[in-house]
């Protein structure tokens, strides 16, 4: 059990709160109770990395139904070798990619007006302009979006997240020195949109860092990008 995982026993007194494994046991055995608690403990980091990943609401929320019908059934076959939270993490994960690469194989193409197909209020007022602070958000998300999905996901858990290499490398099922360099790779990515994007000079010669105009990239593991939920981050220990 991890640091992630809810241990038996509350810290005051009371009922004893069982541990995500239990609630899994408890799952597996019958207790209808049990898998509604282990979605609320975890819910909102789930919701959040699939969100940042797929980067469109509707899709982020058929994920992680997706994701947890998936685990709701797959319980059973939950072996304890990794904490519950890298096992949910893992099959959302792989939700939302699953779901990225459809959407790439299968595009579909936007309204003239940005609505969607059925939309009973298709001439809504423009939005107002973005505050100064929401363009870096909004420039970063773009950023983000346009990486591949390896390298996106890796840096959604790594970057935005806070999880450590270990358990990003857990949850997306590869090693270690794999998720340190589409880390790496995306964030020098990252850094040439982000220029690309604020109209920024290109690079000079013998230029370096990860920085980019006003726009801070991360250059290590555990940095946080600048998303406008300052909550997701991983709380310290």
């Known amino acids: 059990m991890t640091s992630r995982d809810v241990p038996p026993g509350g810290a005051g007194t009371g009922d004893p709160v069982p541990s995500d494994a239990e609630l899994v046991r408890a799952h597996v ?15 909102d980091r789930l919701w959040a990395v699939a969100l940042r990943t797929i980067g469109d609401r ?16 797959a319980a059973a076959g939950f072996r304890g070798d990794s ?60 950023a983000l979006a346009a ?3 390896d390298q996106r996901a890796a840096i959604v858990l790594v970057d935005v997240q806070g999880y ?3 358990e990003a490398a857990a949850m997306l099922g590869v ?6 360099s ?12 982000l220029r690309d994007l604020r109209g920024g000079p290109s690079s000079e010669p013998g230029h370096h860092g990860n920085r980019s105009g006003t726009t801070d990239v991360p250059s290590r593991s555990g940095a946080v990008l600048p998303l406008p939920t300052g909550r997701e981050g991983r709380d310290q220990r």
């Open 29 to 43: 055995a019958g207790d209808p109770q049990a898998f509604g608690e282990l979605v609320r403990r975890h819910r």
């Open 58 to 73: 509707e899709e982020a929320a058929d994920a992680v139904q997706d994701a947890l019908l998936s685990a709701h059934r």
């Open 83 to 142: 904490a519950v939270t890298t096992w949910l993490h893992r099959i959302v994960v792989n939700a939302c990619l699953d779901r990225i690469r459809r959407r790439q194989a299968h595009p579909t193409v936007p309204l003239p007006d940005g609505s969607r197909p059925g939309d009973e209020h298709p001439s809504r007022p423009e939005p107002a302009a973005p505050a100064p602070d929401q363009d870096t958000v909004l420039l970063v998300r773009q």
């Open 147 to 149: 990486l591949p999905v």
């Open 164 to 166: 450590g290499v270990a």
């Open 175 to 180: 090693a270690e020195g794999t998720v340190k």
């Open 182 to 193: 589409r880390c790496a790779r995306g964030r020098a990515r990252m850094a040439l949109s």
